[in-house]
């Protein structure tokens, strides 16, 4: 299975700031997602990164607010932006590797605004 | 709405009992059900997987069940062991191919020794 990493792992940052958020797979694969988990909640989707177009987002989540970057088939960036306290989660990335359901999650990043 | 629950926050179990986790879901057209184990400060980890082609599929101390006329899964654990103490979330592709999973809330088992 593919090796996922994230950084930063874990950050504090000031209201009003933006985060840049980096995932690195050890493979090249089909498919790359980040994933949002607030205290207590589910994974919900913020968006599919597509390599070399924009990124495909969920209902309720925008690209000003979340800019992602997807520049190969092994790299990917979400950027939060002008965060508030309602930002602080976990943010995750996740993978597909070739024609299969199951999803490869890297490690998260825990974000905490203040 | 939520397409996938998992209805019980939370579960205690003593050691070497079974541990019966459950999710319950909404789109009939879901054929492909995951379930994933989380501890603190990790990513997910995928545990197991069922087709609705199937109702059992085992894999060592565990077992999930399908249950398609009552769109209804369970996670099954025997016996449970302290280290599965964590966070188990129940999953589905939100659509065919290769799509992103739909999760559930999520249900944090403790394994009591």
């Known amino acids: 299975s593919a090796v996922i990493s994230q950084k930063p792992s874990r950050d504090i940052c000031q209201r009003g700031t933006s985060l840049t958020i980096q995932c690195q797979v050890d493979?090249?694969?089909?498919?790359m997602f980040w994933y949002r988990q607030q205290p207590g909640q589910s994974l919900t989707l913020i968006a599919t990164?597509?390599?070399?177009?924009?990124?495909?987002?969920e209902s309720g989540f925008v690209i000003d607010k979340f800019p992602i970057s997807r520049p190969n088939l092994t790299f990917s960036t979400l950027t939060v932006s002008n965060m508030s306290p309602e930002d602080s989660s976990i943010y995750l990335c996740?993978?597909?590797?070739?024609?299969?359901?199951?999803?490869?999650f890297g490690p998260g990043t825990r974000l905490t605004v203040t | 709405d939520q397409q996938v629950k998992q209805n019980s926050p939370s579960l205690s179990v003593q050691e070497g009992r079974i541990s019966i986790l459950n999710c319950d879901y909404t789109n009939s057209m879901f054929d492909y059900f995951l379930w994933y184990k989380k501890y603190p400060a990790e990513g997910p980890t995928f545990l197991i997987s069922i087709s609705s082609i199937k109702d059992k599929n085992e894999d060592g101390r565990f077992t999930v069940f399908l249950n398609k006329s009552a769109k209804h899964l369970s996670l099954h654990i025997v016996p449970s062991q302290p280290g599965d103490s964590a966070v188990y979330f129940c999953a589905a592709p939100s659509n065919s191919g290769n799509t992103p999973l739909v999760f559930g809330k999520g249900t944090r088992l403790s394994v009591i020794a």
């Open positions: 990164a597509n390599q070399g177009s924009e990124a495909t987002y």
């Open positions: 493979s090249q694969v089909t498919m």
């Open positions: 996740s993978v597909i590797e070739g024609l299969s359901y199951e999803q490869y």
